[in-house]
């Protein structure tokens, strides 16, 4: 009884921080909070392995009470995350974690066949890096040099 009432207080916390944190941050993709409001990955950097994260959250929240600006903010979300789509370098193996929580909730909830052909655009990217020789699924892109994007020697 006792975890009910502390998640049912919690649950009644968040939708009442919500909304204002959905006009706080329209247009945005939210990372990390710098002096009490979140940054834009959106400018920094569209492919960072978290930017699903807040759109999920948006989906759930929409999920759990249907308000329109939930799901508004997170189709807006899902049409910034299409440019990680078109960028070889920026489709590696945390795209599971931008478009399951982002494009695949959203077709489930809505049935949007956009939403389903994300989701599947990411799914075949994430299979076509498992290598059935060593198997693994290969985390990053080779920039040519035998290097990750960022500098990293590959070893696979």
């Not at 990053?140 to 035998?146: A, K, L, Q, R, T």
């Amino acid at each position: 009884m006792e975890q009910q009432l502390w998640a049912a207080a919690v649950a009644d916390k968040i939708k009442r921080k919500y909304p204002e944190i959905v006009k706080r941050n329209r247009g945005k993709v939210p990372y990390t909070a710098i002096d009490g409001r979140f940054d834009d990955q959106a400018v920094q950097n569209i492919s960072w392995w978290t930017n699903g994260f807040y759109g999920g959250m948006l989906w759930q929240l929409y999920q759990a009470d249907g308000r329109t600006e939930y799901r508004e903010a997170a189709e807006a979300l899902e049409d910034q995350l299409d440019a990680v789509l078109m960028d070889y370098n920026g489709m590696d193996h945390d795209s599971g974690f931008r478009f399951l929580l982002t494009a695949v909730a959203d077709f489930r909830l809505t049935g949007k066949e956009k939403a389903k052909n994300r989701g599947l655009l990411a799914a075949a990217n994430l299979a076509g890096r498992f290598n059935p020789r060593g198997n693994f699924i290969r985390a990053w892109n080779d920039n040519g040099e035998g290097k990750t994007p960022d500098g990293q020697l590959l070893t696979a």
